[in-house]
């Protein structure tokens, strides 16, 4: 199994990026999926995550309202669109792969992608 995430960069404050995560070597569809975050110095922390079926979804509370996930089957991909970006933003954001257990916490995901460096100046 391999998740691709691309999508991160520099971006000003304000600024919008969007998130691509394109899993292989499983059926995308049958699989709960999450973003999260590490910003230097903390831990990695759930930034959002849907169900298999994308009928619900969780936020984190600092996101919402600025960023949304979604998910096309067909195409193996989640995506993480960040609207409003502002500095605390700045992270390492993985998407990740989560099969049961408590969607809240990283132990709950089995496959992880590389991460992609997504960086909001001032």
């Known amino acids: 199994v391999q998740l691709q995430a691309s999508g991160g960069g520099p971006v000003q404050a304000g600024g919008s990026l969007r998130l691509s995560c394109v899993a292989s070597g499983l059926t995308f569809g049958n699989y709960d999926m999450g973003w999260f975050r590490q910003a230097p110095g903390k831990e990695r922390a759930l930034v959002v995550a849907?169900?298999?079926?994308?009928?619900?979804?969780y936020l984190t509370d600092s996101v919402k309202g600025r960023f949304t996930i979604s998910r096309d089957n067909a195409k193996n991909t989640v995506y993480l669109q960040m609207n409003s970006l502002k500095p605390e933003d700045t992270a390492v954001y993985y998407c990740a792969v989560r099969n049961g257990g408590y969607y809240g916490s990283a132990t709950s995901y089995t496959y992880w992608g590389q991460g992609t460096l997504v960086t909001v100046s001032s």
């Open positions: 849907t169900q298999w079926g994308a009928t619900n979804s």
